[in-house]
């Protein structure tokens, strides 16, 4: 007899059923395969002991502070450990419960039923003269060859801006905005490179907005989250799909000392205030990005990256862009010019982590690595 440990990260369907499993046991199976954790903050004191002997009752376990049974503090914070079995088990469980254990009932839904969807690769595209990286700036028909390269190179998505947005740059305006982009988009219509491949447009502006869904643009990658009504009303006018980006301050002052009470729970509230603005404006199709580097420390990025997954329970497409940012440099001491490595790991661990679009300045690597992770997350014993 011989016992080889496995990864925790193996295709537990494909194991269970290569051995020969019946696939209601694969379904049984597949349920105790993973363990999952959660961070309750502020749990009523009472709820948590009631929680705590319902988890050891069902072989889960919630951790909680050594005084928690003497109710010594109204609120205390909590982790809970479970399985995905044991979870449905508890979430039925407290929905009978007092002390706001119904409610927690209602969020430990939402943050396992979580949908997939195939990783994209969204290619950058800046036609301005002072974006922080050098080689994604592109003009007028130097642009449209390198559009064409990215499609050639199977980008999934082309998001093309013409205001920098690095801290410290200053915005223009939609007049100068609009004469960048104009010649850029005509040519894209007019060579209707749009049935290839879906055109993002990285703006906030109306008249650029407006001009861009005129003539095929697909999504709006908006940096402010739809914070302007118009915008609102304009994608959901043309039926486009709405990326709503977190941004703490301005790109001038956004990286003047940021500061969270908590940086997911903060940022899960904006996208419910955003997201609720989106669909009253009949906006279908939205995407959300914690917005990385926009507004945030090292660790705050950091922290959003690890559990990324948190915000899977809105039930919409994540993207990340974290392509050559300084918050490598801040890491492994690296200019842009030398980041490629750093972004591909970042990268594929939001897709580990949930994400499905990946906004890069290098498309061919970011889809290696990405074929190659997949190959490695497929294999079988």
Not at 40 to 46: A, F, N, R, Y
Not at 121 to 126: A, D, L, S, V
Not at 266 to 272: A, W
Request: net charge positive; with cysteine; proline share 2%.
């Amino acid at each position: 007899m011989r016992v080889i440990a496995l990864s925790n990260e193996f295709d537990f369907k494909k194991e269970f059923a290569k051995i020969g499993s019946s696939m209601a046991g694969v379904k049984i199976m597949e349920k105790k395969s993973k363990l999952y954790f959660f961070y309750i903050k502020d749990l009523k004191t009472p709820a948590a002991n009631i929680l705590k002997q319902d988890s050891l009752s069902i072989g889960a376990d919630l951790v909680v502070p050594k005084d928690t049974i003497c109710c010594k503090d109204e609120f205390v914070d909590a982790i809970l450990i479970a399985t995905k079995r044991e979870l449905e088990i508890l979430i039925k469980k407290q929905k009978l419960q007092p002390f706001g254990l119904k409610e927690l009932s209602s969020n430990l839904k939402d943050l396992i039923d979580q949908k997939r969807y195939r990783p994209k690769i969204m290619g950058i595209i800046n036609a301005n003269s002072d974006s922080f990286y050098q080689n994604s700036r592109f003009m007028n028909k130097e642009a449209i060859t390198k559009i064409e390269q990215m499609i050639q190179d199977k980008a999934d998505i082309i998001d093309i801006g013409a205001v920098s947005s690095r801290p410290g740059s200053i915005g223009v305006s939609q007049k100068e905005e609009l004469e960048r982009l104009k010649p850029i988009i005509d040519s894209i219509y007019k060579q209707k490179l749009h049935d290839k491949v879906i055109f993002s447009l990285d703006s906030y502006q109306i008249k650029p907005i407006e001009y861009a869904l005129e003539r095929g643009f697909k999504m709006i990658n908006d940096i402010t989250g739809l914070k302007d009504d118009k915008v609102c009303s304009l994608v959901a006018s043309y039926g486009a799909s709405a990326v709503i980006m977190h941004m703490q301050k301005n790109p001038k002052d956004m990286q003047k000392n940021p500061t969270y009470e908590n940086v997911i729970l903060d940022i899960e509230d904006f996208f419910q205030q955003r997201i609720s603005k989106a669909k009253d404006f009949g906006i279908k199709d939205i995407i959300l990005d914690v917005g990385i580097g926009f507004g945030k420390s090292l660790e705050h990025n950091l922290i959003l990256l690890k559990h990324l997954r948190h915000f899977k329970k809105f039930g919409y497409e994540l993207l990340v862009g974290a392509s050559r940012k300084s918050m490598i440099d801040m890491i492994s001491k690296s200019l842009v010019d030398d980041r490629l490595a750093g972004s591909l790991i970042l990268h594929i661990n939001a897709i580990k982590e949930g994400a499905s679009i990946i906004r890069v300045h290098d498309i061919k690597e970011h889809i290696q690595a990405i074929k190659v992770q997949q190959a490695l997350d497929e294999v079988l014993l």
